[in-house]
């Protein structure tokens, strides 16, 4: 019994009996925690959500996702200016891999905990979030990502589908069920399976067909 992972759970379920079951309020409370996020931060996320909103259609809305070491952040808005809204989330790279994973590969039972936890964690945004908004990622992983789906990294803008990052979860979940990581070229670090389960649950679970992974500026 591992019980930190079984405390995550709990909090999750506490959380649910006192704010509802889609933990909506929860997310509310981080949405005015952001008051106190450093304001060279806030600048730091400002710029990149505009820089994917000039990447965009115009009269778009668009949705930033960044993976960072430590936390998760989600901005949305169809302002050219800045987002409407934006939410830090308690996933990282490395805060999720050093919480979850303690094998390498990962165990499949820490990879069903993280994936748990994940969910929990990113399900209340569907409420949250505007419907029909193009996905963007500036987060370096995403780029070992898509380069893991074979896509060129020639060009400045690239699209990964929902299909190609679910192959290359594919080949994660081989390798966790006992094939060496030397018969493939995936990444063996920890943060990279993280990355990648946070992403593939992000687009399942809020409804994203692709994303669009720009170079890191």
């Known amino acids: 019994m591992n019980l930190k992972l079984d405390l995550c759970r709990i909090i999750i379920v506490i959380l649910n009996y006192l704010y509802g079951k889609d933990t909506i309020h929860w997310f509310k409370r981080y949405r005015l925690m952001n008051s106190a996020v450093p304001p060279e931060m806030k600048a730091n996320i400002t710029k990149l959500y505009c820089a994917a909103y000039n990447e965009s259609q115009k009269n778009k809305i668009i949705t930033l996702l960044l993976i960072t070491e430590e936390c998760t952040i989600v901005a949305s808005g169809k302002s050219p200016l800045e987002p409407d809204d934006f939410w830090i989330l308690p996933l990282g790279s490395e ?122 500026l």
Not at 138 to 149: G, R, W
């Open 95 to 216: 805060k999720t891999s050093k919480e979850f994973f303690k094998h390498t590969p990962p165990s499949p039972d820490e990879i069903e905990y993280a994936i748990n936890f994940i969910e929990d964690t990113i399900i209340p945004l569907k409420k949250l979030l505007p419907t029909n908004s193009e996905l963007y990622s500036f987060s370096p992983v995403m780029q070992e990502i898509i380069l893991q789906a074979n896509k060129s990294l020639s060009s400045p803008k690239k699209v990964l589908s929902i299909k190609e990052m679910e192959d290359v979860f594919s080949r994660l979940a081989i390798i966790i069920s006992g094939r060496p990581y030397s018969t493939d070229t995936l990444p063996e670090s920890s943060s990279f399976a993280a990355s990648l389960l946070i992403l593939r649950e992000f687009m399942h679970h809020l409804g994203f067909q692709n994303i669009i992974i720009e170079k890191s």
